[in-house]
């Protein structure tokens, strides 16, 4: 079935540090979103992008639509501990499949 | 606080029981999505009610069900529990019309089987 795969499944990181994370699929999709889940809370979104190579920032955070519409990419600027969570993408099928996940740690 | 009410936070039970997992939308959404991260996995969606109507269905077993209400707040019923059954089921809602991704979580609520 459908799989979204992200990378690096961790990662751990100095506050201050910036983070890259990505995801990738074998099938095309014309939404790609991405979520943050802090500890112990559900899911929020932190992006939408609805267009190839589509760039998009919100705050310390920038993503991008793949230009083969089979990825996407997320970029957190100056990281602080807040940050802390899981990231995931999402893409928008009937499925509402999630990715894998990115677990992020940063340390002061 | 998006919005999103789950009752009970946290929920034990033993094997082979049955528990009643309540969810209440955000004011004026009429979908509401069920879905469950077991631990260190993913989120796997499990169903999807529009306006009290079965939209969609994912990897729900046999012995789950749900359904909305009239006031849309919907309940996701979990029997014959199993061990591999504790999870963190969270609930989302969307409001009517809105693309599949304008989903808003509530906060879960977390089962344990023993």
């Known amino acids: 079935g459908q799989q979204l795969n992200q990378s690096p499944q961790s990662m751990f990181i100095q506050e201050g540090e910036d983070v890259s994370m990505n995801c990738t699929s074998s099938?095309?999709?014309?939404?790609w979103l991405w979520y943050k889940q802090d500890p112990g809370e559900g899911p929020v979104l932190l992006i939408a992008?609805?267009?190839?190579?589509e760039l998009t920032s919100n705050g310390r955070l920038t993503a991008q639509f793949g230009i083969t519409r089979k990825d996407s990419f997320l970029n957190i600027s100056a990281s602080i501990p807040s940050d802390v969570g899981i990231y995931f993408c999402?893409?928008?099928?009937?499925?509402?499949?999630f990715g894998t996940g990115t677990r992020l740690q940063v340390f002061p | 606080d998006s919005g999103v009410t789950q009752t009970p936070k946290h929920l034990i039970t033993a094997t082979g029981q049955r528990v009643t997992l309540r969810c209440s939308p955000r004011?004026?959404?009429?979908?509401v999505y069920w879905y469950q991260q077991s631990l260190d996995q993913g989120l796997q969606f499990l169903i999807q009610y529009y306006n009290g109507e079965e939209r969609a269905k994912g990897n729900i077993l046999e012995r789950f069900s749900a359904q909305q209400f009239p006031d849309l707040h919907s309940e996701l019923n979990l029997s014959s529990l199993e061990l591999g059954d504790s999870a963190l089921y969270f609930c989302?809602?969307?409001?009517?019309?809105?693309?599949?991704?304008?989903?808003?979580f509530g906060p879960g609520t977390r089962l344990t089987v023993t």
């Open positions: 992008l609805y267009k190839a190579g």
């Open positions: 099938s095309i999709f014309n939404t």
């Open positions: 999402r893409v928008n099928t009937d499925k509402l499949i």
């Open positions: 004011s004026g959404d009429l979908s």
């Open positions: 989302a809602s969307s409001k009517q019309g809105a693309p599949h991704y304008e989903q808003y």
